[in-house]
């Protein structure tokens, strides 16, 4: 017995209707109007590296671009100006408590020495929150800088600290370890190589069609 096309369709399409679902040959079963389930993937950079992807496993760090001199120097200097009103502040409240429970106005002996540790702890607390977890400060986002791991994924409060006090180091000699990001291959500093971290340029933000 043959069939014509038209019959065969007109069949399949009924059968469909009744049973609402469609079995593949070979996967799960899926609603007829539902659409395709996304499937996770694993970024992989050319030049750029999306925001989204710093946390991504293991992204392809070989053909990543490392910002420059100039870059670095501008996102510090961004993160420099909000840094300087959050130890304002910090300070404000610190004297403030102190001048309540104390009654004085100076702060002075040990005082002053736990003054000056509060104020190192909520500048290296500014940066370890900002680099961590694939975050961006002001500064990155402005420049459109991330910062890594060196196998590509995202800093914990270790890796944050340990860049933060190889980067006070290697900056005291009139920024040497800055200024080297000039003559490595990778465009990398001291401080990057030795916390086994390293920034690279985010891509651009897709503009939103009005």
Do not use: C
């Amino acid at each position: 017995m043959s069939l014509t096309h038209g019959t065969v369709g007109s069949q399949v399409r009924q059968r469909l209707s009744r049973a609402g679902t469609f079995q593949p040959a070979h996967g799960p079963m899926y609603q007829i109007n539902d659409s395709p389930p996304r499937i996770p993937h694993t970024a992989v950079m050319t030049e750029t590296l999306t925001p989204d992807a710093a946390t991504a496993p293991t992204p392809d760090l070989s053909k990543a671009r490392s910002p420059g001199l100039l870059r670095r120097l501008a996102t510090m200097l961004y993160d420099l100006m909000l840094l300087v009103g959050v130890v304002v502040v910090a300070a404000a409240v610190f004297y403030t408590a102190f001048s309540v429970l104390t009654g004085r106005d100076s702060i002075t002996g040990v005082a002053r020495v736990v003054f000056q540790l509060y104020l190192l702890v909520v500048i290296a607390a500014y940066y370890i929150y900002f680099w961590t977890g694939g975050r961006q400060s002001l500064g990155m986002r402005s420049w459109r800088t991330l910062l890594l791991r060196a196998d590509g994924s995202a800093l914990g409060w270790t890796d944050a600290l340990r860049r933060l006090a190889f980067a006070a180091l290697t900056l005291l000699p009139l920024g040497a370890g800055l200024l080297w990001v000039l003559f490595d291959r990778d465009g990398l500093a001291w401080y990057d190589r030795l916390s086994g971290t390293r920034p690279v340029l985010a891509a651009k933000p897709a503009r939103k069609r009005r």
